[in-house]
């Protein structure tokens, strides 16, 4: 295993639009950060070997993600939305890794309120998705999400959040900037690992009040829920370039 040290300048230069065509485009909005921190002797069964687990402040993080997308479509630009495909929400449970100096997301797991999507991305992406009934909506300034797991493992989640003022600009070093700033999804299928690349503009964070939360979907992996409180931050929206897996094995 490599134990390269990942450095700002690793973790910046992932932020560089990659060269050749995308495959995908997908806005992504309503999107909360929920974080915690946790033991990485906890995540390591979970995570292939070859993957060192990415730390900050001495500590592993694992996160809960529910957001809202739409403009999901294939590239070239001109190819129209495919219906069932075009617009879902998503809440996804992930941690960070890094692989020769790399830094990206392993994601635990995936739901989605879209069968399609939740098929199309484990065949095309190797990523754990399930499918899931899931609401999410703004009232009078509180964004609600409510998800119930229609696979195996079955998980919950709700949740009620307030977001606050905007937050100045993340910089290399800080722990907004650690924890946002992700840039590589990895993925694992019959022993052989893979990264994509994606690119957006850079998070555009907000403070956020987790007014009320429920959930089992860090136990649906095999994994503890920390019992602090979360650490939660908020992002109206990206618009996010998705490009291929390839092999890094």
């Known amino acids: 295993m490599s134990t390269r040290i990942v450095r700002d300048v690793d973790r910046l230069s992932v932020r560089h639009r990659p060269e050749g065509q995308p495959i ?6 309503k999107l909360h950060f929920l974080h915690w921190r946790i033991n990485e002797d906890l995540l390591r069964p979970h995570i292939p070997e070859a993957l060192e687990i990415d730390t900050f402040g001495g500590s592993a993080w694992i996160a809960i993600t529910p957001f809202t997308m739409w403009d999901v479509r ?6 129209p939305a495919l219906p069932g495909l075009s617009a879902m929400h998503e809440l996804n449970v992930r941690t960070y890794v890094h692989l020769d100096g790399v830094p990206g997301v392993w994601f635990f797991s995936l739901d989605t309120d879209s069968s399609i999507a939740a098929v199309a991305a484990r065949t095309f992406f190797y990523l754990p998705y399930f499918t899931a009934e899931i ?17 195996e ?3 919950e989640f709700t949740a009620t959040f307030r977001p606050g003022k905007k937050l100045p600009p993340s910089q290399p070093g800080s722990k907004e900037f650690f924890l946002s700033e992700r840039y590589v999804l990895y993925s694992e299928n019959e022993g052989e690992l893979y990264r994509a690349q994606i690119h957006h503009q850079p998070w555009p ?5 987790l007014e009320s939360f429920s959930s089992s979907m860090i136990e649906a992996v095999g ?14 929206e990206v618009n996010v370039d998705i490009w291929p897996l390839e092999s890094v094995s």
């Open 153 to 155: 493992p079955s998980a």
């Open 135 to 151: 609401d999410l909506e703004e009232v009078a300034g509180v964004i609600s999400c409510d998800l119930s797991r229609e696979d």
């Open 74 to 79: 294939a590239f070239p630009p001109l190819l």
């Open 24 to 29: 995908m485009h997908q806005d992504w909005g």
């Open 223 to 236: 994994i503890p829920t920390p019992k602090t409180q979360p650490l939660v931050h908020y992002a109206e």
């Open 205 to 209: 964070l907000q403070q956020s009040t």
